[in-house]
């Protein structure tokens, strides 16, 4: 049974870093395309980060530049890096993965994997 959980979230004043982890189980990781989403109350979920198996990235145009997505094959855990945060990154944020795409996506609907979420709170 594959299972991600998302661990990191927390409330941090604009401008402050936080680091996003996902633990994920119950499939071979390194094969996977692997995402971050965020959705705030109210909004549909967007895309934030993708990374392909051959580490390929690919950013919103939101985070582009603050954010970094990579992953620890060996630890079987995925990150996202989030500096310079704005109030408008609030939201929760979920990791998604998804068996045998060779591409990155910010596609919510390409992910057949999902987390339960961690919440991010930027406060200006």
């Known amino acids: 049974q594959v299972q991600l959980v998302e661990s990191g979230g927390g409330s941090v004043q604009a401008g402050g870093s936080l680091r996003l982890s996902c633990a994920h189980s119950?499939?071979?990781?390194?094969?996977?395309?692997m995402g971050w989403f965020r959705q705030a109350p109210g909004e549909e979920r967007e895309g934030v980060a993708s990374?392909?198996?051959?580490?390929?990235?690919v950013y919103a145009h939101s985070v582009k530049g603050r954010f970094t997505i990579s992953k620890d094959d060996a630890k079987n855990i995925l990150y996202l890096q989030m500096n310079s945060l704005k109030p408008e990154d609030t939201a929760m944020y979920f990791c998604?993965?998804?068996?045998?795409?060779?591409?990155?996506?910010?596609?919510?609907?390409?992910?057949?994997?999902w987390g339960q979420g961690t919440q991010v709170t930027v406060s200006s």
């Open positions: 998604a993965a998804d068996p045998g795409r060779p591409y990155t996506s910010l596609v919510q609907y390409d992910y057949k994997y």
């Open positions: 119950g499939y071979t990781y390194s094969r996977h395309l």
């Open positions: 990374i392909a198996s051959d580490g390929s990235t």
